[in-house]
């Protein structure tokens, strides 16, 4: 069993950043992909960044990238999310998603772990 807990949302004013920790709970934290998406209003949950296991496949939304970068501390249990040049559009729900596999790629569906989420604002 994995739980994971989001921290790190927000409100911050369009162009700035903020950093969104997930820490996850378990000893085989290492063997799972992780994962964030996000969920505005009335919009269906999104994929937005991805990491393999090892941290050597990385896998991002055409929206976030550039911006966006996703890493991950397997000593620490924490896969983080680092957002840049934040826009209102950024403005939702971010979730933590983990799935246990060894495959060197992203899987963007099937994750069987979710955190409780932690809300961004972003003020235009």
């Known amino acids: 069993q994995v739980q994971l807990v989001e921290s790190g949302g927000g409100l911050v004013q369009a162009g700035g950043s903020l950093r969104l920790p997930c820490v996850s709970s378990?000893?085989?934290?290492?063997?799972?992909?992780m994962a964030w998406f996000r969920q505005a209003p009335g919009m269906d949950r999104e994929f937005v960044a991805g990491?393999?296991?090892?941290?050597?496949?990385?896998s991002y939304a055409d929206s976030v990238k550039g911006r966006f970068t996703i890493s991950r501390d397997n000593a620490k249990n924490t896969v983080y999310l680092q957002m840049n040049s934040l826009s209102s559009e950024d403005t939702a729900v971010y979730y933590c998603?983990?799935?246990?596999?060894?495959?060197?790629?992203?899987?963007?569906?099937?994750?069987?772990?979710w955190g409780q989420g932690t809300q961004v604002t972003v003020s235009s």
């Open positions: 998603a983990a799935t246990r596999t060894l495959s060197t790629g992203v899987p963007r569906a099937g994750y069987g772990f």
């Open positions: 378990g000893r085989t934290f290492s063997l799972y992909a």
């Open positions: 990491l393999s296991w090892d941290g050597g496949s990385a």
